[in-house]
């Protein structure tokens, strides 16, 4: 039975097995959700599409190999073919596959338009032809950016203003998403979430590039003044609100969702995870800015909190410590990616 006849019903009413496509299922977010999925779900059955890019890790689900109710697919979710055998018999698309790294969107934009936009319509032309239900995996950043001196935060109402070819890409996928639920009827969920960190995340991003320099003896890299503000959300907080979203979320709706964080601009994540790894301030390293680098973000959560019932979980403090123990105890997850994702730094100058 697929999930969209499912939505008038309670959580505990919801009792049949599901098949779910997972694409970007290798990836941080994607590995995070299926691992949470099966420990929570574990008699649903989960196809896994993925590209297998520079971000993604096969070793994230070896554990999953052979099972009967988890099947991977090496594939690009730009291919009409691979897709729709994915597809085969699937209840809910949890949509994740993205490129996602700003400073890469500056470097191949043409790469962010070509996976963000195209592939999401791939996937929707496929899924309306099925009825398939469609979450749809997006970003706080598509609302542009706060200014340091007020209090305002993003909401489901904050007017789209992108300004990086990444949240550019991000904007149109979601306005793709929602075209297909006015156009065609295909029962759709969409969700912008705020900057996600914790385990499996590709050194390359800010926190674990920070966590891994200070392992290997380096200095940690800071962007400009390091004033920028961020929302910091744990992983695992995302994955509950995704959970709560596919299984009491209204069609055609969207949600927010943010952590338990107040405004923590980078200097101060860095300070804090010095301190959590006992080391000093003499080993910042400011560095040049990255071109339209947003000043700040902050995500108003009220509507999924009072909705969905959900919150977040994870204090900052508990989950930045959390972070920093998962990569010192995980040396051999994040080394053979570590000397790539300086090769690109290098690269850029950054």
């Known amino acids: 039975m697929s999930l969209t006849r499912l939505e008038n019903l309670s959580p505990d009413d919801i009792l049949i ?13 994607g590995t995070n959700f299926i691992r ?6 574990p ?4 196809v896994n599409l993925d590209k297998v890019t520079y971000a993604a890790n096969p070793l994230n689900l070896a554990e999953f190999e052979g099972k009967s109710n988890y099947q991977f ?22 949509h994740f596959a993205a490129e996602s790294h700003v400073d890469r969107s500056l470097d191949d934009p043409e790469l962010f338009l070509k996976t963000n936009i195209l592939g999401t319509f791939n996937l929707l032309n496929i899924a309306s032809k099925n009825n398939i239900r469609f979450h749809h995996i997006s970003t706080d950043e598509v609302f542009g950016a706060l200014e340091l001196e007020t209090t305002d935060k993003f909401s489901e109402s904050t007017p789209y203003d992108p300004r990086s070819p990444y949240s550019s890409s991000k904007a149109s996928s979601d306005h793709l998403v929602r075209s297909f639920f006015h156009s065609f009827n295909l029962p759709i969920t969409i969700s912008n979430c705020s900057n996600n960190y914790g385990p499996y995340q590709s050194p390359e991003k ?17 962007y400009g003044d390091g004033l920028n503000v961020r929302d910091w959300l744990h992983v695992l ?5 995704i959970e709560a979203i ?7 709706e969207t949600y927010v969702i943010g952590g338990l964080t107040k405004d923590v601009n980078n200097l101060e994540l860095t300070k804090t995870v010095l301190a959590l790894m006992g080391k000093g301030e003499d080993q910042i390293e400011f560095v040049t800015d990255r071109p339209g680098h947003d000043r700040r973000y902050a995500v108003n959560w009220e509507k999924i ?7 977040p979980q994870y204090t900052f403090e508990e989950g930045i410590k959390a972070t920093v123990d998962w990569y010192t105890q995980n040396k051999d997850w994040w080394q053979a990616s570590k000397s790539e994702a300086e090769q690109f730094y290098k690269k850029i100058g950054r």
């Open 305 to 311: 909190k009072n909705e969905l019932a959900w919150s």
């Open 237 to 241: 907080d995302h994955c509950r609100a």
């Open 246 to 252: 596919i299984l009491k979320g209204k069609i055609g």
């Open 73 to 94: 697919i090496k594939g690009d979710i730009c291919d009409k073919n691979v897709v729709e055998s994915a597809m085969t018999g699937v209840d809910l698309i949890v």
């Open 36 to 41: 949470y999925w099966f420990q929570n779900h």
């Open 17 to 29: 097995l599901m098949k779910l496509l997972i694409t970007g299922g290798l990836g941080f977010i």
């Open 43 to 46: 008699d649903d059955t989960i």
């Open 206 to 222: 800010f926190l674990p590039r920070m966590i891994t320099n200070l392992l290997t003896d380096q200095k940690v890299k800071v």
